[in-house]
């Protein structure tokens, strides 16, 4: 694999997802110019009333302030540009360091799951290698823990307007593991992006229906249909 890399990179230099700059698949330039909002108050999206079972989401960007974000994450999600990792956790850090809610308290973040046939096609799961490398920037107060399974292969979301996307996602989840281990940890649902939030609503309809009170969305960018 490591020579392959080598050797790849040599033939295709990387180039910045945004200004295509070779070099780097998201320069330094352009990761300075990402704009990470402090968090106030509960002025998270969408409100919680926007979701049926999800009390929130935070998240790093918005994609219509940070256009180059959004060049990055599909360079990361269809390539895998382990590049990406580290870049994407500075956002999801940063905003978990402003959450006044987790002062003293511990947190677990559950991946959401791609079915068995899609991580099989794309040999990882984007949301939890997100998730994997937020929590390695806490020691031992933030963990991973795998507790969702997707049962439905859903078709690509994208072309789906919000109805039909969260008539597409209803029980696509359930619940793999034993959820005792939450106790009284914050838990937030890790992904990439959260567009109409029906994916994040579905997963955290699963954890709740087992008892989960509370149940959180984190995501690296927001983007609006
Ligand atoms: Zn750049």
Not at 31 to 55: M, N
Not at 72 to 85: G, N, T, W
Not at 107 to 119: E, N, Q, S, Y
Request: with cysteine; aromatic share 8%.
């Amino acid at each position: 694999m490591g020579i392959l890399n080598t050797l790849l990179n040599v033939l295709f230099p990387p180039r910045c997802a945004s200004c295509k700059r070779e070099g780097d698949f998201m320069c330094e330039n352009c990761v300075e110019q990402l704009r990470i909002k402090p968090i106030k108050g509960k002025s998270w999206y969408p409100s919680a009333a926007d979701f049926e079972h999800l009390d929130g989401v935070i998240y790093g960007l918005d994609y219509a302030e940070n256009p180059e974000i959004q060049a990055a994450i599909s360079q990361f999600k269809y390539k895998f540009v382990k590049d990406l990792i580290e870049c994407f956790a500075n956002l999801t850090v940063a905003k978990l360091k402003q959450l006044k809610m987790l002062q003293g308290r511990e947190a677990v973040l559950i991946p959401v799951p791609l079915h068995k046939k899609r991580l099989n096609y794309r040999g990882f799961n984007q949301a939890e290698l997100i998730a994997r490398a937020t929590a390695g920037r806490f020691d031992e107060k933030i963990e991973v823990m795998l507790l969702l399974r997707r049962i439905k292969h859903t078709s690509q979301q994208a072309k789906l307007s919000k109805k039909e996307r969260h008539r597409n996602l209803a029980e696509a989840f359930e619940v793999a593991g034993d959820l005792s281990v939450l106790s009284d940890r914050v838990c937030f649902l890790v992904d990439d992006v959260c567009t109409t939030g029906a994916t994040l609503d579905s997963c955290a309809r699963a954890l709740k229906q087992s008892g989960v009170k509370k149940v959180y969305g984190l995501v690296i960018a927001r983007a609006f249909k």
